[in-house]
């Protein structure tokens, strides 16, 4: 009699597959491309980790200030993204009008985009795509990015209304680097799936 094969209900303990961009464990370590996120939140900042996420290495100099030049000029979503969500039933979860702008936002962009460039110029506009499906389900009026600031702060400021202080900005800084990446959570399983397809970034 040949064994029965054990078909496991849902991921737990399932092995999917390898990844070198980040590791975690039951302990609580968490570490990217080789750096402890203990290391990182003490010495780097967001931009720093999110580029030693997406390419495995910590940037020089000109490298950063390229890439947060880059994050800034694209951190804009056209205004009809909002209307969009403005149409929304009044009490939607921001994360079903975050889920609806995104994929508006995919049919207005170019598809000539290569992968890359359609990856960093959706992560630019997250933080305002974020915060304005918050404040659109909220009643509350869209704020526009601040090109003047950096990513975590601008962020921030736009969930507020307001510039944060030094300390409010360290904090969510720090929050940012601890939810960019944990290994293959359920978040990061489904997106390799839908990108394993060769659907475009603006699909999961």
């Known amino acids: ?20 961009i980040a590791k975690s464990d039951v302990s609580g370590s968490l570490v990217y491309a080789g750096y402890s996120i203990d290391d ?17 290495r910590l940037p020089k100099k000109g490298e950063l200030e390229e890439f947060e ?7 804009s979503p056209p205004s009809e993204v909002y209307s969009i969500a403005g149409l929304l039933p009044a009490d939607s ?17 170019s598809h000539t985009q290569d992968r890359e460039t359609a990856e960093l110029s ?3 506009k997250m933080p305002a795509l974020v915060s ?6 909220h009643g509350q009026g869209i704020i526009n990015p601040d090109r003047s600031l950096d990513y975590a702060s ?15 900005r360290w904090v969510f800084e720090r929050l940012l680097m601890f939810y960019l990446e944990h290994d293959l959570n359920a978040s990061s ?11 475009d970034v603006y699909a999961p």
């Open 122 to 124: 959706l992560a630019a």
């Open 93 to 109: 979860h921001p994360m079903d009008s975050l889920r609806t702008c995104v994929s508006a936002l995919g049919a207005m962009v």
């Open 132 to 137: 304005n499906c918050y404040r659109i389900a």
């Open 69 to 75: 030049r880059l994050l800034r000029s694209n951190s």
């Open 189 to 199: 399983f489904t997106v390799r799936v839908i990108g394993s397809t060769l659907a």
């Open 40 to 56: 990182l939140a003490e010495h780097a900042s967001f931009t720093e980790a999110a580029y030693l996420v997406l390419n495995g």
């Open 154 to 168: 601008d962020f921030l400021r736009m969930i507020t209304g307001r510039v944060p202080g030094q300390t409010e």
């Open 1 to 20: 009699m040949s064994d029965k094969i054990r078909v496991p209900k849902g991921l737990y303990g399932v092995v999917v597959d390898e990844s070198a």
